[in-house]
């Protein structure tokens, strides 16, 4: 095992505008919100992959990716709320519990798993709606193990279970993308961290643990 970091990354507590609930907007408060809140089984869970690919080191470039679909992103001053909720309301009564978005920004919502597709595009059809010209894009990141041919299987037919999900919706006033992103040490990240938990997330304030493929990165617009 590699000797590790003993300093935090340098843009851990700067101010850009990251949010779980209503901090300061510093990173490092959504590391620890998830941390504590974030119910994770194993150092596969996937708000791991997803946080780190978010981190503030890699902002610039994700702007570069995503600019062509929500015109004028721009991710470092976005604001970025992780584990948005979105209340069942109708006509001015609440429901039920609020549905919990991964990532909202304004006019732009990212993340999801399968069973919850329904309820989340939904929320980011009520939440999302902006001024006039303003249309929500919701955005489903996949992530699979560029070495293991089966991790890359399930990510593509998964991907077509969300084009049918999309399809059935028949939304008219919603740009639906799926974002494909490769990690690359998927491997090292077992051998490192297999039998980690919550603790992993403290492990990010030092280092950056799973590696992604920028470039091969694929973004496809499914509606």
Known sequence: MKEKPTQIKPQLDAKLEYYYGFGMGRYAEVL????IHGRVNSYRTSSIPFAEFWQPENLETLTERLTPHPPGLDCRRALKFFEFPTEPVTDGKLLGHASMTDLMRVYDTLGGVSYQFLHRTASACFKANGPEGHKPVLIYQLFFDTNDPVSREDSVAFE???????????????KF????????????VKANYSGLKD???EEMKMHTIYKFDFDGIKIEVAL
Not at 177 to 188: C, D, F, G, K, Y
């Open 32 to 35: 620890d919100e998830l941390r």
């Open 160 to 174: 077509m279970e969300l084009k049918r999900w999309a399809e059935m919706l028949r939304l008219k006033n919603l």
């Open 177 to 188: 993308l799926i974002m494909s992103v490769p990690v690359i040490n998927a491997s090292e």
């Open 199 to 201: 603790e992993i997330f």
